[in-house]
């Protein structure tokens, strides 16, 4: 070997050396700091011409302890992204493009401001305050022609009409006469209402056009701009029932919205309103069961915009269906299916035929923009938080890298899609989220981390809390057992008035199926999750004592002490009945009731605010394992609702959740 040879040899095997131990640096285990690094992308919206697509993104601030939403727009094609509003300006929300393609519209609120309507002209130039709605707005459309826009505004309290700020955060005594009283986020609940306004960029007051002791939401604009479809609960007694139906008021109506025109009568949910290009159908989604309530299947309907021939499409897909929208032909309509541990995109024909799923495979679709044959699909999967796609002549690609630089120095864990049989034989599906350096001859702690809902799914999304177990060498199952959704009714509607029961059957025959396959110890088990997450987390915990740790975030424990307390006082009684009159079926499903079971120690945590499921039910948790002399602690966040939203104490929930499981667990 020549001395040549010699000092090349060396050089590579020095630059290996080097690259090895670069690569060791910056590729590393997920932490809880990248976590917080990660920003969420939402609210994907094409530009008329279609050659740019504007998002909005959300990062945590630690310094500052808050959220920041920022503006940007993407070419459709290649190109870089470009900051339509700062950081520090305002935190924005809701973009949508003028008609003519000129303006950029948002909502934003500085600093103690109200939250109004903003543009910004595409030309350049520095954003322009819209609106001036004293007591603010909540939602906006551009007409058709883009001369006018369709404001949502809650009805006025008396000091939000005067000129004194001060006066707006004076205490004032509740008065209270709903039959709903309480909304999570909300409060106690009033009698002012939401209600559709007409105006024009100019003048100084929009014009009502809706009224009455009613909520109007989701409001579409007709194609002809004469007249404006909506959602409204308006029977006599809208807190006692679910009956939204779909209604037409005028767009230059002068009385308030007493001449309205109703479209659907069906005595459930209709939502989600879109019109046909040519002004003549309304597409909306629908509940068709009335006594499976939550449990019932959303499915896709059509009607003519005088309210006849209405017809339910894919009448046998057994799915959920969402955001319905019509082709620029009209020939058929797009909609979200949950579908399996997916969210895809799909369409059909208005005459019920010609299913097709557009845009699927193992992914998580969240929201999509529609122009012409352009889709901007709002897409995750298991090792990828959302971000922004285009799908043009069949070809799917990935557009945005709003979180490329933080994954780029992440190990990403191996997951994959499972399937076993439950106790009585039912198939389950779910996820395996492995341990990072994963050894199939190992055996590993695990994690039983239970979804909310109950009637959601997990997916081939990004489950940052698992990201975050494999990067601390756990096993974690994310399971889908009955009471799911994606899977059907029947599936769904097993959990009706009976919890904690087939539910709880599913996701230990899971821990058995992971136990078998060879590398999971069953001698360290854990288990967890958020709202009904927790709630099923309490029902395994008083039926086994094989977990040496549990998590049990916002749950319910006393089910007949959340009847008035928390804000589903509706539900309560359709599934379970008046509480004073079918207490039985109350107490039989509340696991306080066996809470001298437990023998896993229990982290109970909870917002103090959150009256979706309330601080309450931990509390008593808490209250009655202490006095039992069981290891447990309660962490309550002061402020928050049922999502923790405040970043300092969304850290501190994901340090919690490490500490207990490597304590107990481990």
Known sequence: MTFKNLKFLTLILL????????????????????????????DPQISPDGKWIAYITSEIDLKKDKTINQLWMLPSEDGEAIPMTSKETYSVSDPKWSPDNTYLSFIAAKSEEKAQVWTLNRKGGDAQQLTNIKQGVSGYEWSPTGKKLLLSIKDPKPEELTDDKEDDKKAKPYIIDRLQFKQDYEGYLDSYRTHLYVFTPG????????????????????????????????????????????WIVSADNLDKGKTLQQVTTNINADTSPAWSPDGKFITYTTIIDT???????????????????????????DRNINKPKFSKDGKSIYFLIEENGTSIIASIDTEGKNLKRVIQGEFSIADYSLE????????????????????????????STVNDAVLAKIQKP??????FKSADGTDIEGFIVKPLGFNAKTKYPVILWLHGGPVSQYEFDFHDTSQLFAANGYITLLLNPRGSSGYGQPFSEALFADWGNKDFQDVMAGVDYVIDQGYADPNKLGVGGWSYGGILTNYVITKTNRFKGAVSGAS???????????????????????????????????PFNDVANITTPTL?????????????????????????????????????YHGIKRPSFIKDRFERFIKWFDGHVK
């Open 556 to 590: 319910e424990a006393l089910y007949r002490a959340n009847y008035g307390h928390d804000h589903y006082q509706l539900t309560w009684e359709l599934e379970l009945g008046l509480p004073w009159e079918n207490a039985e079926a109350w107490e039989r499903i509340s």
């Open 15 to 42: 630059l290996s050396i080097y690259f090895k131990g670069f690569s060791q640096e910056t590729i590393k285990p997920i932490s809880i700091d990248d976590i917080m690094k990660l920003k969420s992308v939402s």
């Open 291 to 317: 006594k499976a309530m939550w449990y019932a299947t959303q499915k896709l309907a059509i009607i003519s915009a005088t309210g006849k021939h209405h017809k339910i499409l894919a009448k046998d897909l």
């Open 414 to 419: 191996t997951i994959e899609k499972i399937n």
């Open 372 to 399: 012409g044959t352009l889709i901007a699909p709002l897409l995750a999967n298991s090792n990828q938080p959302h971000e922004i796609y285009t799908f043009d002549k069949n070809v799917l690609k990935k557009l």
């Open 604 to 640: 109970w945590m909870g917002g103090e605010e959150d009256w979706n499921v309330p601080i309450l039910n931990s509390e008593q948790m808490y209250q009655a394992m202490k006095r039992l002399g069981k290891e447990t602690q309660l962490i309550v966040y002061p402020g928050e």
């Open 203 to 246: 003048d100084s007051i929009p014009i009502q056009i809706t009224s009455g002791d009613f909520d109007d939401k989701s409001p579409a604009w007709s194609p002809d701009g004469k007249s404006i479809a909506f959602v409204s609960n308006r029977t006599e007694n809208p807190d006692g029932n679910t009956n939204t139906d779909i």
